[in-house]
């Protein structure tokens, strides 16, 4: 006895067309009232030197995005960063002992929990916050943490961490391999 399967005809569906010219994000401006200190801050944040710009910027290389620090101190007082930026390191630890000798964790609370320490968050990132002398507010998770769009292990996060705030989207684009 043998048995007859009807076949199916199944539809391909059509492929979308990638735009041919996608934007690249690549330089992020942060705001800061003094150059030296805000260099030297960054540099011991990050671990890495900066490169001084013609004019009153430093650029910090941050993996596929620049990060921009520029001093506006002699035309208006510096403007805070995005509410959320996000960045991830290899070791959490020692960029938790780097701002943490720097006395510049937050004081602010994320999701009923303490930013000023390394604690797991409610979407699955152990990460922590701080908060540079010109109130650009930050936060780092590890690396491995998010990767094509998903979390998969801990980040640096530049943002509003007050009340009221939700803290780090976990699928923020901007997330770069900073340190």
């Known amino acids: 006895m043998s048995s007859t399967k009807k076949l199916t005809e199944v539809k391909a569906k059509p492929k979308r067309e ?4 996608v934007p690249q994000f690549f330089r992020l401006n942060v705001e800061v009232g003094d150059l030296d200190a805000a260099t030297s801050f ?3 944040l990050l671990g890495v030197q900066g490169r001084q710009q013609p004019g009153h910027g430093c650029y910090f290389d941050c993996g596929p995005v620049t ?5 506006v101190s002699s035309i208006r007082r510096p403007h805070p960063a995005a509410k959320a930026l996000y960045f991830t390191v290899e070791n959490l630890e020692v960029a938790f002992n780097r701002a943490k000798t ?3 964790l937050s004081h602010e609370d994320v999701h009923d929990a303490p930013g000023r320490g390394i604690i797991v968050r409610p979407w699955g990132e152990r990460s922590f916050y701080l908060e540079d002398p010109w109130q650009n507010r930050c936060a ?3 690396r491995e943490r998010f990767t094509q769009g998903r979390f998969v292990q801990d980040s640096l996060v530049l943002g509003d ?4 705030v939700s803290g780090p989207h976990p699928e923020c684009p ?5 340190f």
Request: net charge negative.
């Open 140 to 142: 780092s998770s590890r």
């Open 102 to 104: 720097l006395g510049c």
């Open 174 to 178: 901007l997330t770069s391999n900073l």
């Open 67 to 71: 990060l921009q620090v520029l001093d």
């Open 18 to 21: 990638a735009p041919d010219d």
């Open 161 to 164: 961490t007050g009340p009221g």
């Open 42 to 44: 960054y540099t011991k």
